[in-house]
């Protein structure tokens, strides 16, 4: 799929542009790195800063920018998900790499099955309370 997978907070119906454009952002990182476990592929592109991750009260969204982003997207990396939050399974540290703290974020897809997304963030600590704290 090549747009953004944009769907309502309980899963059952997409989200206008009105609804994503209006919420206050709780948390954005910009240059973060992002892997999705969907598949060898996905899991070999590499996304060195060219990922922003944002949480509002009712998503967490993950999508590709800059011109890195746009270097990247024609690859099929997998990255560019606005995830209700009631949508997510798990949210957990898995270790430090590199300055970054590697966030592991599964999720119920809308269409059926699950996701997982390795997010290397600066502030994942802080990103994972305030999720956790909605849950």
Known sequence: MNSAQQFSADGTGPVSSKETSSFSLLFQERYAMAQSQKNLWTKLVSTWKCVEV????MHVRVRLHGLF???????GADLD?????AAVVSASKRRAFMGYDEISLAFNLPEGGERELLLYLKRGEEFLAMLNSMK
Do not use: A, D, Q, W
Request: aromatic share 6%.
């Open 54 to 57: 944002s949480l509002s009260s």
């Open 81 to 85: 998900h606005l995830i209700p939050v």
């Open 69 to 75: 982003g746009l270097l990247v997207k024609p690859f």
